[in-house]
């Protein structure tokens, strides 16, 4: 079975300071991890993968995230928040091989102030 | 189209009544998902599609819910005698094919169906 855990319900940052929303997983085999953003009322919009290689990868609106095989860990960052970030952000992991749904993180609040 | 589409918006029924739901997939996409997005934001799967066979049902309540890809129309997902649990936004995402099978999901707006 894969798991996707998102420890903090949410993150409060300053504009213009640097954000980490932090994600981990559980996995059989290679991990395939996604980031999507989530406005209110809206669907989820894809910020970044990691498949393979490097493992800073880069994604949308200036946003990237560090895969640590390690500590399987996928983090969220951003050098610079803006208030325009703020939103629900989901972390999720593909399923085993053979099956191609995403299992999702709970979600994490950001909310980034004046 | 550019992006997928999903409707009605908003359902509401009253419990033992059906419900059906719609999706229009990216064009050229190959695989289509359902998922529900209940309270405190979890998402659980419930099946795909690669064209119009499914691809993995692992998540469905088969008792209730159906859902069907078809040629040249929108994937629909129903749910037969809708129960209070049901309420939720179901989701609907698209993704290309590729022998990886790699490729990010692209998300419709989701349709809230609330059961009284």
């Known amino acids: 079975a894969q798991s996707v855990a998102q420890p903090e319900d949410q993150v409060n940052v300053a504009e213009g300071n640097p954000l980490t929303v932090k994600c981990t997983y559980s996995?059989?085999?290679?991990?395939?991890l996604f980031w999507y953003v989530q406005y209110p009322n809206r669907g989820l919009q894809f910020l970044l993968k990691y498949i393979t290689g490097d493992n800073l990868v880069k994604g949308s609106y200036g946003f990237e995230a560090e895969f640590n095989k390690s500590q399987t860990s996928f983090h969220l960052k951003k050098p610079s928040a803006l208030v325009s970030d703020s939103a629900l952000y989901f972390c999720a992991v593909r399923a085993l091989e053979g099956r191609r749904a995403l299992t999702f993180g709970s979600g994490t609040r950001l909310q980034v102030q004046p | 189209g550019e992006e997928v589409a999903q409707t009605p918006k908003h359902l509401v029924r009253g419990e033992g009544q059906k419900a059906k739901l719609y999706c229009a997939p990216i064009?050229?996409?190959?695989?289509v998902f359902w998922y529900q997005q209940v309270l405190k934001n979890e998402f659980k799967f419930l099946i795909s599609f690669q064209n119009e066979n499914v691809f993995d049902e692992t998540g469905m309540p088969k008792e209730r819910f159906s859902a069907k890809c078809l040629p040249n129309s929108p994937c629909s997902l129903e749910i037969q005698a809708t129960k209070l649990e049901d309420s939720a936004v179901y989701f609907c995402?698209?993704?290309?094919?590729?022998?990886?099978?790699?490729?990010?999901?692209?998300f419709g707006p989701g349709t809230r169906l609330t059961v009284l």
């Open positions: 995402a698209s993704s290309q094919s590729s022998g990886s099978g790699y490729n990010e999901q692209f």
């Open positions: 996995v059989s085999g290679n991990p395939y």
């Open positions: 064009k050229g996409h190959s695989y």
